[in-house]
């Protein structure tokens, strides 16, 4: 690392692992830094009190959202040692960028007192967030050390509902008007001395509040100072409802390369701004609850959380999979008879059931993203379930013919290789219209297609993959 | 919808769905556009050409993004039909925002020349980019085009691989000197007259093209005119390394909310920049491909790709989950001697697998998502493989326990309920164990995590718990 770089990206990533490292190697730093140890009563006092003043060093150097970071990366015990040493100040800003599965742990040990002067640090619609979302209720608390004005936009932004742009927005925005010069606006900026974050942009209101135009930070500096507002502003912005899905935001931030833009209450009255920050946030989010909702596991459980929680996070799953691997269990059950007098069939059913498993899950990922893209629309589902059909089919040929020949040699049996083949034929066109179809009816129920399709498609393939293998064995084998 | 929104995004996504009905319900309107029929040698002439005439429309009106967005979600005749329409000077954006898996449709009826000439209404940035992975090797020609001094940076930028920041960063910048007053930074803007995108600051470079700092756009408007760059900049600015991953930056970008900044060499001389546009667009891509690789699906894949493509794509995992499900019926076949005498445990083995199975893609895509995160360091890894290991335990005691009681009851067989109740504990420890240990080692291996974990821990958790539940059936029950 050449000097020059001081605050590279990468510096600050070794810095983290750094802490980390220090923080889970030795357990003496931890219990003198939880004060159940003092310094002295340990051995190698000497690189113990090394060690602790570069925790503390690293602590005051990274900034809150690495800590943030670091924090995540502790198991439960290390999170608290850490949390100690951060100061009130960065607090509020570390909390705001800490994913939900930590806080518990880090407000554990604070009172509501303390709490609220942490986040008084940070802006109101910080603030708000946080009340909002931290799992301690300080709603009340909060409202009551605010003037009543601010209040009651605070209480404007509490009823909207998670997912909806309406509980994203910041409302501080600088607003100028239509009928004034650039010049103006410049020294109207000056004198209010500081902006929000992300601000791109200016918006421009007429008396009644409602939005007229926008005027970029980047139109104030290359147009001439004497130009009004109106002759240079875009006067078509791109506006969002605060009743729209979050989610459709963020793919219209991505698709127009947006930074900041204005929500609108539907008279075109201006009442707040969506920013890149909160949108970026929440597209990891949403990938990440999809990525974890389609392999079963909750979106609150964290990777250090403690035994305890996880059990309880994923016992749902575990039952729902033991309840479809049973009911398959009972279909196999059915057919005692039919394997005891080919025992071939019990070794070889296992070979139907998981290439359905496998088909049906690519044609559920597949159809889940499309969906979350947004392409997928009531015209193209022919299209999508006859194109899915046809590759299983052509796998079904493919794999099922040399799989029918590999059973045909092994055990010495035309009839039963030809049972296989057709067996895993029917099951892979079953996976692939399921595939489709159980995302689709999921959307059209109004419920969220990736939670549990994934075991749906499973049981389904594994109950439908042992009776089709079996029932065809009765038929054509008894 | 009110008339005030006449721009707002719901609108425009009605506008694209619209599109998409009106392309993919009537197969007259594609053959129209295609030249197949005309319009006089159909029936309802008049409806048609209103549809046709509402096409038009749309396509007009909509932006370059999401005409990108309405060409990926028709099928391939449709989207050359509507490909067809886009004017020329939208082509080049379009181009920019559609994503890999549509080129080859897009530009399949294009000549090399119509090509380059979409692509002169887009800057130097974006031509390269696409110029390197557009699917026709165009970079030659457009190198021709260049003068000689830019020839020089494009070459630079073409040499780092495709997840490198060097790759996906602009050098399209804005530089000042520190010795400048902002009223002389404000003079020099307006003679430039536009800002490249996503421009929220300029950089300040010494003479030798040394970063020295950063000036944001607020800051420019927020101090006075007199006051100078050196005074006012942000004088240890983060920056990138062009040989930084991508997605470590996007991590970065989402950590300290940046919109732009820059990349420096290991000299500390300014190369170009990052922007928030890039950064939004690798998110995106890095978590449907986790998404899709974990589904055992490849990442060029898309929704509408025709049969023959979506074979292909998809048959080498299908090939090594049939490998993997013969060896497990493989070792089944080892036990038929014990199944034939014991006809129940056909019925129960898949119980076994499965909650394996299970348990191990929990924990996989737990582990894979958490090392995106950067959350796993060589210190944490013990704890992990012991929380995972005690999760385990904890559930193979109560389902196993279950499971157990009722095989117990269902084939008044104490012993075979034991047996039932072990195997589901050893396979749930292997599972965890095993759902650690594989990513953490493909890690080690400089592989990615993501791909094939999931098809890896399956077939580990199938083999592995007939193996345990079939040999523990023929140790104790025989």
Chains 1, 2 share one sequence.
């Not at 606006?185 to 421009?204: A, C, H, I, S």
Request: aromatic residues 6%; glycine residues 6%; contains cysteine.
């Amino acid at each position: 690392m050449s000097a020059f770089n001081k605050n590279s990206a990468r510096l600050r990533d070794e810095e983290r692992a750094r802490l980390i490292w220090l923080l889970t190697t030795d357990k003496a730093i931890i219990s003198t830094l939880l004060g159940k140890l003092t310094l002295a009563e340990q051995y190698d006092v000497g690189t113990l009190a090394d060690d602790i003043a570069e925790v503390g060093a690293l602590v005051a150097h990274l900034p809150p959202p690495d800590l943030a970071d670091t924090l995540e990366a502790l198991p439960s015990e290390e999170r608290h040692a850490l949390w100690r040493l951060v100061q009130n100040e960065k607090r509020g800003n570390v909390l705001l960028e800490a994913s939900e599965n930590v806080w518990d742990d880090l407000i554990d040990e604070m009172s509501d007192r303390e709490l609220l002067d942490a986040l008084q640090y940070l802006d109101i619609d910080e603030q708000i967030y946080l009340v909002q979302h931290l799992p301690r209720n300080l709603t009340g608390r909060l409202l009551a050390t605010l003037p009543a004005e601010e209040r009651a936009r605070v209480r404007q932004v509490l009823h909207y509902e998670k997912n909806r742009v309406g509980a994203i927005m910041e409302f501080e925005v600088i607003t100028v008007r239509p009928d004034v010069t650039l010049e103006v606006v410049q020294r109207y900026l000056r004198r209010l001395g500081r902006m929000p974050e992300n601000t791109d942009k200016l918006f421009v209101t007429d008396r009644n509040k409602v939005l007229v135009g926008e005027l970029t930070l980047t139109c104030i500096l290359l147009n001439d100072v004497q130009r009004k507002v109106s002759e240079v502003m875009e006067d078509d912005p791109l506006t969002f409802s605060p009743e729209d899905i979050a989610e459709n935001a963020a793919r219209t931030f991505e698709r127009d390369n947006l930074v900041s833009a204005a929500v609108v209450d539907p008279a075109g009255k201006l009442m707040g701004r969506l920013t890149i920050d909160e949108i970026v946030d929440v597209v990891y989010e949403e990938t990440d609850t999809d990525l974890r909702r389609m392999g079963g596991l909750s979106a609150e459980e964290d990777v250090f959380a403690p035994v305890t929680k996880a059990v309880k996070t994923r016992w749902a799953w575990l039952a729902i999979n033991l309840c479809t691997a049973f009911i398959a269990s009972r279909v196999i059950d059915g057919f005692e008879h039919t394997i005891s007098q080919l025992v071939a069939l019990a070794s070889l059913m296992p070979i139907v059931a998981g290439i359905g498993g496998n088909t049906g899950n690519q044609t559920i990922t597949m159809i889940v993203r499309a969906l979350a893209l947004q392409n997928i629309q009531p015209g193209n589902l022919t299209f999508l379930i006859l194109r899915e059909m046809g590759v299983a089919l052509v796998n079904g040929l493919v794999w099922g013919g040399i799989m029918g020949g590999i059973t045909w040699w092994l055990y010495d049996d035309m009839a039963l290789g030809g049972v296989m083949t057709l067996a895993m034929m029917l099951n892979l066109l079953m996976a692939a219209l399921m595939g489709v179809i159980i995302p689709m009816t999921m959307v059209k129920l109004g419920r969220d297609p990736a939670v549990g399709s994934s075991v749906m498609i499973t049981a389904i393939t594994d109950t439908g993959g042992f009776f089709i293998f079996l029932g065809l064995a009765t038929l054509f084998l008894m």
